[in-house]
T-cell receptor, first 114, second 114 residues
Framework: EAGVTQSPTHLIKTRGQQATLRCSPI?????VYWYQQALGLGLQFLLWYDEGEERNRGNFPPRFSGRQFPNYSSELNVNALELEDSALYLC?????????????FGEGSRLTVL | AQSVTQLGSHVSVSEGALVLLRCNYSSSVPPYLFWYVQYPNQGLQLLLKYTSAATLVKGINGFEAEFKKSETSFHLTKPSAHMSDAAEYFC????????????FGKGTMLLVSP
């Protein structure tokens, strides 16, 4: 069974540009979560999608947005990039009906903003 | 609301020594608790999880954790450290609310010296 897959692995952008990151959950998982892991700041929750709807959002500005497609894959968009957006962006998925909340993580997409 | 505190951003041990990584949680209801490990430039991998079935939980790679309700703790241990255990370890608590996601601690970097 394939795990959570993310693309691209690395992405380099300049300030003011837009970045798009993609995630495919494990087959059968309907929820997708995005986390930002910036140096020294731990894991910060960004967004949670389930059945195509945004269910919850972390404390991030509106220029961080995303969507979930009918096949449950997801993309994260970051507009008007700033230097502090440089981070590892982790996508995770969870099983439908799993009340424990266990997350299955991808390998991440490293975004560098110059 | 739930929260997680991991004591010590860095823990250093010698190869063969006991590993003890501390995690204390705050939750208004009996929680689900997790330990994840992150190797350099990789995503997070589940080590073990507590789901109230047993207070002593055994995970992968020889790690185990004990849930102590009276101390609100879920410390991670391993009797004998290996060089390959060097990584960052994250404790997490489940929201149990249905409309949030896992809350992670800030992580503890385990350094293993020969």
């Amino acid at each position: 069974e394939a795990g959570v897959t993310q693309s691209p692995t690395h992405l380099i952008k300049t300030r003011g540009q837009q970045a798009t990151l993609r995630c495919s959950p494990i087959s059968g998982h309907t929820s997708v979560y995005w986390y930002q892991q910036a140096l020294g700041l731990g894991l910060q929750f960004l967004l949670w999608y389930d059945e195509g709807e945004e269910r919850n959002r972390g404390n991030f500005p509106p220029r961080f947005s995303g969507r979930q497609f009918p096949n449950y894959s997801s993309e994260l968009n970051v507009n008007a990039l700033e230097l502090e957006d440089s981070a590892l962006y982790l996508c995770a998925s969870s099983k439908y009906g799993d009340i424990t909340g266990e997350l299955f993580f991808g390998e991440g997409s490293r975004l560098t903003v110059l | 609301a739930q929260s997680v505190t991991q004591l010590g951003s860095h823990v250093s041990v010698s190869e063969g020594a006991l590993v003890l990584l501390r995690c204390n949680y705050s939750s208004s209801v009996p929680p689900y608790l997790f330990w994840y490990v992150q190797y350099p430039n990789q995503g997070l991998q589940l080590l073990l999880k507590y789901t109230s079935a047993a207070t002593l939980v055994k995970g992968i790679n020889g790690f185990e954790a004990e849930f102590k309700k009276s101390e609100t703790s879920f410390h991670l241990t391993k009797p004998s450290a290996h060089m390959s255990d060097a990584a960052e370890y994250f404790c997490a608590v489940s929201p149990y609310s249905g409309y949030s996601t896992l809350t992670f601690g800030k992580g503890t970097m385990l350094l293993v010296s020969p």
